[in-house]
Each structure stands twice: as structure tokens, then as C-alpha cells.
């Protein structure tokens, strides 16, 4: 049983950054695409990043340039940096991984990830 375990979320001013962190003991990350999606009240999930088994990444248009995803292979760990923080980035963030595939998809859609953890809260003030 795969078990990813988002962290690092809260409650910062806009402007600020947060580093979201995802463990997963279970799961082979160097292996396949792992993504990161996020969901902000009363609307629908969506892709921000994704990062491939050889560390190719690729970026949601509306979160292009303020996002990095990262992993350390070796502590089987997924990381999101999000810099310049704004109210509208309000949401619940979550991990997600593929259960085949080391290269991501062109699109980063729910349907296309088996494994997910249980997200973290990050609120955005102004």
C-alpha cells in the first residue's frame, strides 16, 4: 500500500513562499511521474506541477514561473517551492504519483495519477 503524506502547508501573507513536502516510504520515486494538484474551496482540482522519473518538470500556465517542483530520490521525497504567494492560491495542496509511466503526461489531470495523499492547507492573506 502506497501512503504519501503531504507537509508544510499554513497560513502566510501574500508575497511570502512555503515549500510543500510530500514523503512516501512506499513508493519508488525515481521511478515514475509524480505530480502536485491543489483545490481551492467550491472549485475543481487542478494540476500545478509534475516531475518526471529523469526530473523533467512541467508547469501549470497559471502558476508558470512561481513554482518548482523537486525530488530527492534517495529520501523518497516530493518537493512543491511556491514563491510569490497570492490570496487566489488559497487551497488544499496534494501529491500525487503515477502507478506506471516514468514521463509525464502533456496535461497534468487528475485521472491520470493512482496514488494520492491527504493534502496541506495553505492559506494565502493580503
Known amino acids: 500500500q502506497v501512503q504519501l503524506v503531504e507537509s508544510g502547508g499554513g497560513s502566510v501573507q501574500a508575497g511570502g513562499s512555503l515549500r510543500l513536502s510530500c514523503a512516501g516510504p512506499?513508493?519508488?520515486?525515481?521511478?515514475?511521474?509524480m505530480g502536485w494538484f491543489r483545490q481551492a474551496p467550491g472549485k475543481a482540482r487542478e494540476g500545478v506541477a509534475a516531475?518526471?522519473?529523469?526530473?523533467?518538470?512541467r508547469y501549470a500556465d497559471s502558476v508558470k514561473g512561481r513554482l518548482t517542483i523537486s525530488k530527492d530520490n534517495a529520501k523518497n521525497t516530493l518537493f512543491l517551492q511556491v514563491n510569490s504567494l497570492k490570496p487566489d492560491d488559497t487551497a488544499m495542496y496534494y501529491c500525487?504519483?503515477?502507478?506506471?509511466?516514468?514521463?509525464?503526461?502533456?496535461?497534468?489531470?487528475?485521472?491520470?495519477?493512482?496514488?494520492w495523499g491527504q493534502g496541506t492547507q495553505v492559506t494565502v492573506s493580503s
Open positions: 500525487a504519483a503515477r502507478t506506471f509511466g516514468g514521463r509525464c503526461p502533456p496535461r497534468i489531470l487528475e485521472g491520470d495519477f493512482g496514488y
Open positions: 512506499g513508493y519508488t520515486y525515481s521511478r515514475y511521474c
Open positions: 516531475i518526471g522519473s529523469d526530473g523533467s518538470a
